[in-house]
């Protein structure tokens, strides 16, 4: 099959979706491998070392997507304005999508695949499983935003991390405060304490607690709740009155903390909010709120996507697309994700896929002109969709 990866035309968008490394195992396997003209230059890898790696460059998107029987992208397809034509379109009819899409729910790109007979696999439903480990983007990329999370935090809070013994007398430690203790939260645990401060951390699911202790932090207590999962192993949206109980308890710690990380997101749906004006204005001046939820809407009444305020003495960061700040790793770490999933798509005999298997099955949202994941069939038939 030809394999064509595409420049991202998403303004601020760093990765690849596919590194030069990548590039000789797929065509160790017999796959050929097309790289539209510099897709890599802004994560470093330029286009001499994909063609050291094999691969062929094409000069323009559209050339690209006309030959390629299988499509790798970051980001959702979207209008290419050098074109003039959506992504979408410039795909072959009957060609496979492989990239982040769910998340996004846009109805236009999921009509577009349906017309043109697009199977479509989603990087962002990968089921939290073992075996499926080393395909997980959604967890490579929220490692890099834990972590960007907090160097972020520490170059804004005008404050040290770490104790410092000084001439001036002893200056304690910032404390910070992350809500969800998922990935991209116990990253940020892990490199809030690297850097010297104290950590506590919050999460609905009672299985976290051990994760947060094993990193140094406080798992602050709650009345846990046993079914805050779903089977692929991401949060449950919670009762209205449970969510008023957690409000109190985030209240109350949040005024004691310098710094707050909040990751509270679920699929198809707009971020909860978990922290309201009237918190923020309790916390200390010059604390900081950065909001890992900001591209849904953010966990914070006063978050502005894409953009950092300050409200009420209070730094407010809505900085999306964390990962792309780090576009080496970032490029790297997804493109050993997406051919693990390649390489597992088509591990069969015969090149057809095995919808009986849970990753296959988890993944592909549209297939022969059909919608056949239930999840995404659910949000498309009410029209839900987070943001386009």
Do not use: W
Not at 145 to 159: E, M, Q
Not at 202 to 213: H, I, L
Request: include cysteine; aromatic fraction near 6%.
């Amino acid at each position: 099959m030809r394999i064509g990866i595409p420049k991202e035309i998403l303004d601020g968008e760093r990765c690849v979706a596919l590194v030069p490394k990548m590039v000789a195992q797929l065509i160790n396997k017999d796959q050929q491998v097309l790289i539209e003209k510099d897709a890599g230059v802004t994560a470093f890898f330029p286009d001499t070392m994909y063609e050291q790696a094999g691969a062929t460059i094409v000069p323009d998107a559209q050339g690209l997507y006309a030959d390629a029987d299988v499509v790798m992208k970051v980001k959702p397809p979207q209008m290419n304005v050098s074109t003039g034509k959506h992504e979408v379109e410039m795909m072959k009819s009957g060609a496979v999508y492989i990239g982040f899409l769910a998340q996004s729910l846009n109805h236009d790109i999921i009509q577009q695949m349906l017309k043109k007979g697009i199977t479509c696999f989603a990087m962002d439903l990968i089921p939290r499983i073992a075996r499926s480990q080393s395909m997980d983007a959604l967890s490579s990329m929220a490692s890099i935003a834990g972590y960007r999370a907090i160097l972020i935090a520490a170059s804004h809070i005008g404050k040290f991390f770490p104790l410092m013994m000084t001439a001036a007398g002893t200056i304690p430690p910032a404390k910070v405060l992350v809500l969800g203790a998922g990935v991209a939260g116990l990253q940020a645990i892990a490199t809030s304490r690297r850097l010297g401060a104290r950590a506590e951390a919050f999460d609905t699911r009672p299985a976290v607690r051990e994760q947060v202790e094993s990193l140094g932090a406080q798992f602050i207590e709650m009345e846990l709740v046993k079914d805050a999962e779903t089977t692929g192993g991401y949060a449950k949206e919670m009762s209205e009155e449970y969510i008023k109980k957690e409000l109190e308890i985030i209240g109350n710690r949040i005024e004691q903390n310098d710094v707050v990380i909040t990751t509270a997101q679920i699929f198809g749906k707009k971020a909860p909010i978990l922290i309201t004006e009237e918190m923020v204005k309790r916390m200390k001046h010059g604390s900081i709120i950065v909001d890992l939820a900001a591209e849904q809407g953010g966990n914070c009444e006063l978050t502005e996507p894409g953009k950092s305020v300050t409200r009420h003495g209070v730094i407010v960061c809505g900085i999306m697309n964390l990962p792309s700040t780090l576009p080496i790793d970032a490029s790297r770490m997804y493109s050993k994700n997406i051919t693990n999933l390649f390489k597992h798509l088509y591990d069969t005999k015969d090149g057809s896929y095995d919808f009986e298997d849970e990753i296959t099955n988890s993944t592909c949202i549209i297939h022969k002109g059909k919608i056949v994941n239930k999840l995404v069939e659910k949000a498309f038939q009410k029209g839900e969709q987070t943001h386009d």
